[in-house]
């Protein structure tokens, strides 16, 4: 059954992903299986996205019970689970302004059409400039793509929106030799996902925010996979003497439900994006928002950023015991249940192995093993995780020899 759904799917479907030969039928909890009832443990939640964990009952409910009583409306009108959303979405962030979109790619492609309009607003021209980070990801649309910190990922859609200029992520210096008279808008995330697992330095972050200060330069941070909780907290900004102009999220705020948001502060929100500045159809639509709510519910109830502050050290401990052990390994990095381990092997080979038994895994960068698993693990996910990583490590230590 495997071979006839991957058939079919590579028959009719843009061949964009390299996926893996495995076709995911349902889950529970920490779990996945297959169509063919193989169980997975999931530390890759989705890239991040499964805060709450699969097949959550109370979270299930709440969708299926607004499925039955409407879906769409268009902004043109209001919802409850559109109110609801945004007002726990703004006490959770401290900003003050939210923007429902579809995705991170669509947040970030807000976000950087308000600092534009932030800095025209001021000035009347439309030459600013963006500074971004060296090996950062925002997203694949042209908006985001433009502050993508690899040329790779934009060489072939350029020119793209805007001057933007590349800094070095934890070089504070790279940072302010690129700032200027047009310097609108300064983005990076506050850990690096896709490049890395690089978590900003404490210096470095709260040095861009006084740059920013000083300059009415508007920082944006991407929170989209270190946020929700991830790291210790509702943002991993939350977590430095700093506070973004914007910021975005996505990933887990939906715990699956497609959806994603910018948040403004006070100044940006009454100086930027005005009616009919920006849109989406399906945006903040009921189902979404009802999704968010719910999540936001499940956080406060089930104490899960307590949790992630409570089981983090478990997981750190675990895997820097199998940095002293395995010379296939060089490194551990990252804040929370956001681990990378840096790897002297491919991390691809190491991922395929996972599969072959029953474990489900990321790279990240080059040579980094990403390791994001659903925010309610338990001590004992994290031993066996570890007791299927430590068997495969093992056979890539021989191959060093």
Request: proline share 2%; glycine share 8%.
């Amino acid at each position: 059954m495997s071979k006839q759904i991957i058939d079919k799917a590579e028959d009719n479907l843009l061949h964009t992903y390299n996926r893996f030969q495995l076709v995911l039928d349902h889950g529970d909890g920490v779990n996945l299986y297959d169509d063919e009832g193989k169980e997975y443990l999931d530390f890759y939640s989705g890239i991040g996205v499964y805060a709450l964990g699969h097949n959550v009952k109370e979270f299930n409910d709440a969708v299926k019970a607004q499925i039955d009583k409407i879906v769409h409306v268009s902004n043109l009108y209001y919802s409850k689970p559109l109110a609801e959303a945004a007002e726990k979405l703004v006490k959770a962030s401290g900003l003050c302004k939210a923007f429902f979109t579809n995705s991170g790619a669509e947040a970030v492609e807000g976000a950087l059409k308000a600092a534009l309009k932030y800095a025209y607003n001021k000035d009347g021209c439309n030459d600013h400039e963006i500074i971004a980070m060296n090996h950062s990801f925002h997203g694949r649309t042209c908006g985001a793509l433009a502050v993508t910190g690899k040329a790779a990922y934009r060489e072939a859609f350029e020119p793209l929106i805007s001057k933007v200029n590349f800094a070095e992520m934890n070089n504070l210096g790279s940072v302010t030799e690129l700032v200027n008279d047009k310097t609108c808008a300064i983005i990076l995330e506050t850990v690096q996902g896709e490049g890395g697992i690089y978590p900003a330095d404490k210096e470095f972050l709260e040095g861009i925010y006084k740059i920013c200060q000083d300059k009415d330069i508007l920082l944006i941070l991407d929170e989209i996979q270190c946020g929700m909780g991830r790291t210790g907290s509702y943002y991993a900004w939350q977590q430095y003497d700093v506070k973004p102009d914007i910021m975005t999220t996505a990933k887990a705020l939906g715990n699956g439900i497609p959806v994603g948001a910018f948040v403004l502060n006070d100044k940006v929100a009454k100086a930027s994006l005005v009616a009919g500045d920006h849109g989406t159809t399906y945006g903040g639509n009921p189902l979404a928002c009802a999704a968010v709510s719910k999540v936001f519910d499940l956080f406060e109830e089930k104490n899960i950023i307590a949790h992630v502050n409570e089981i983090s050290p478990y997981f750190e401990e675990k895997l820097d015991e199998l940095v002293e052990k395995h010379a296939s390994v060089i490194s551990r990095r990252g804040k929370g249940l956001m681990q990378g381990l840096e790897l002297a092997v491919k991390p691809g080979q190491v991922v395929n192995k996972g599969i072959d038994n029953g474990l489900l895994m990321l790279t990240a960068g080059e040579n980094v093993l990403r390791l994001l698993p659903p925010l309610v693990i338990e001590r004992c996910d994290i031993d066996k995780m570890c007791g299927i990583l430590d068997k495969i490590l093992c056979e890539e230590d021989q191959c060093l020899e």
